[in-house]
């Protein structure tokens, strides 16, 4: 029996980095797909009625993706190395959230939900949000001697903003292309082999 239940939808979303953490480690647990029409069904065995949920051999289930990643990233070492580095990742998380939202209605229009133009809200609201937070990035990774965010490693905070990167660039092929470091940094982390077989080997490729 399998010490770890992920419960999310066949796809990526914000759920995905809690599975590459898992592929990371060598770490086995069942991964449980719900499908949208499932989804009325199993919403109300959920504690907060949403997904990811991380449920433990236990019994213990962990709600949201965010506290699903740290309580993983802490678990198999990827949190950063020193408390200093863990608590600047938490930081990054925090401002990525804050990108996260900004850039809400150009992703609203890239699905659907909203009837926008995609490139004017590529030009209104993605690019500042974009040129704003990669400044920050930047700035992390001409400190770091590692190649990654911190200079002791890997981090959960490298594989969330990648992993959004991920879409971004799917849906833009050159969003990196002024910012040829982080590309670079992007291109380290997207190459990792486990997150490499994990994104191959996916069912759902898409976000």
Known sequence: MAEYKFYYFNGRGLGD??????ALSGTKYEDIRIEHADWPAQKPKMPFGQMPVLELSSGLQIPQSMAIAR???????YAGKTDEEAALADALIDQFKDFYAEIKPYYYAKIGVLQNDTEEEK??????ARDKFLTIIG???KLSISGFL??????YADLMICDNMRTLIAWWPEYLN???DIKAWYQKVDGIPEIRKHLESSPDKGF
């Open 178 to 180: 002024e910012y040829p």
């Open 139 to 141: 700035k992390f990774l």
């Open 17 to 22: 980095v809690s599975r590459q953490l898992f």
């Open 150 to 155: 911190f200079s002791g490693g890997l981090t």
């Open 123 to 128: 030009k209104k609201t993605l690019i500042p």
């Open 71 to 77: 309580y993983l990233a802490k678990k198999f070492g």
